[in-house]
């Protein structure tokens, strides 16, 4: 790999590659370490593309055409078309590599990039990132992209914030590997978003994505064990959280699941639909458990608050328990089994007439499977005991065995529905 330290280094090193089409061409530069901040500019001159300052002694202007003359050593190329677009192969920036506004088409293929900065550009043409590592900072602000933005397979070592950038056209993050936080803070996807085969280690923050075309979330992958999120104290410090410092609010977590749940609901995919909602609902336990934390710390709380927070915090652990939120039939049987169980030994032990036996040689097993199956049906006669002269108790433990029994039947078939 040649180190390239300045401007004019570059262009000595650039060679053209006709396309496919007609009459078009792409500027190349291949297998080179850019040691130098290297700024990507241009302007139109009669309808020809110009490149500035770093190639304009590769133009001159003739009869109002541009004539584009590479020097390339062995053979000389004079091109009357216009330049389709600039192509980098196997290239290391190590410094910071910068956009300014441009309509020209650019693709950086297996290259790697210090810093990346494109706040409050406007480009036009074709922009493609295929393979490609980004090491450290990529600034986006008030970016622009009128046409395709395409990070196929591409890699991201640090937080990316895509902060009020507008995606006219495609975005593709398909194959993607983002090793940290990645936010859509008021980003605006106008066409469609392919998240297909992406895989965010850290976290995903869709909440506040202005989506008014489509998302393509197929084979998306989170790892939620990993996904860091934070409570934050008041409203400054939310925007604080989502406008510079790149870290997930643990709403904005929320909602991020609820959005990808809802694609996958909606395209029929249920078996993905019931993850993301177990994730929603892990997190929505997260939050439930923060409220209460910080009720406990005021001493002027709000107690029918505290309450409430603390039944939907039963009832999802419940949830939890009886079926791994819909993910778990083997957890609704086995929850099942245990509450029936507990429940026909609390109303056994509750018969003023019985007397448990300590000796399990004197347990009669027959007997004790025969009462026990017939409660574990819901609808058992409700004078299943009367031959041992049951009490109140027995009645009661009766009753919310039937509950709970019923209670987990239904949860072990919901979780069987999410395949079907």
Request: charged content about 25%.
């Amino acid at each position: 790999m040649k180190v390239i330290k300045n401007e004019i280094d570059l262009i000595q090193e650039s060679y053209v590659e006709f396309a496919k089409s007609k009459g078009s061409c792409f500027v190349c530069f291949d297998n080179l370490l850019i040691d130098f901040e290297l700024t990507l500019i241009d302007k139109m001159l009669h309808g020809k593309l110009f490149k500035q300052p770093y190639l304009s002694e590769l133009f001159s202007e003739e009869y109002g055409e541009a004539i584009v003359d590479f020097e390339l050593g062995r053979r000389t190329f004079d091109i009357l078309d216009e330049i389709d677009g600039f192509h980098f192969k196997n290239c290391d920036f190590t410094h910071k590599l910068i956009f300014r506004n441009s309509s020209s088409n650019f693709k950086f293929h297996c290259c790697s990039f210090q810093e990346l900065y494109l706040k409050d550009v406007v480009l036009e043409g074709k922009i493609r990132f295929y393979e490609s590592i980004f090491e450290k900072s990529f600034n986006l602000e008030n970016t622009t992209f009128k046409n395709l933005i395409d990070f196929w397979k591409s890699t991201f070592n640090e937080s990316i914030n895509f902060y009020k950038t507008d995606f006219i056209k495609t975005v593709v993050l398909a194959g993607c590997t983002f090793e940290n936080n990645v936010l859509f803070t008021y980003t605006k996807v106008a066409d469609i978003a392919i998240f297909r085969g992406a895989y965010f280690k850290k976290g995903l923050d869709l909440s506040l994505a202005l989506v008014s075309g489509n998302l393509n979330l197929f084979d998306i992958q989170i790892d939620n064990k990993k996904f860091e999120s934070h409570n934050e104290k008041d409203e400054k410090d939310y925007f604080n959280m989502v406008d510079n410092l790149n870290e997930i609010p643990l709403k904005n977590k929320r909602e991020t699941y609820r959005i990808i749940k809802q694609y996958f609901a909606d395209n029929g995919d249920d078996l993905h639909a019931v993850e993301f909602s177990k994730y929603e609902k892990e997190t929505i336990k997260e939050i439930l458990k923060y409220k209460r934390r910080i009720s406990d710390d005021n001493p002027n709380y709000n107690l029918l608050n505290y309450i409430r927070w603390g039944m939907e915090q039963l009832s999802l652990w419940l949830n939890n328990v009886s079926n791994d939120y819909r993910n778990s039939y083997l957890s609704g049987l086995f929850f099942t089994i245990i509450v029936g169980l507990l429940f026909f030994t609390l109303s056994v032990l509750s018969l003023p007439n019985y007397c448990f036996e300590w000796n399990p040689f004197k347990w009669s097993m027959p007997e004790f499977g025969k009462y026990y199956m017939t409660f574990m049906n819901p609808t058992h006669d409700v004078d299943l005991f009367n031959e041992l002269t049951p009490n109140g108790w027995t009645y009661f433990w009766q009753t919310w065995g039937r509950i709970f029994i019923g209670y987990g039947i239904y949860q072990t078939v919901q979780a069987f529905r999410k395949l079907k």
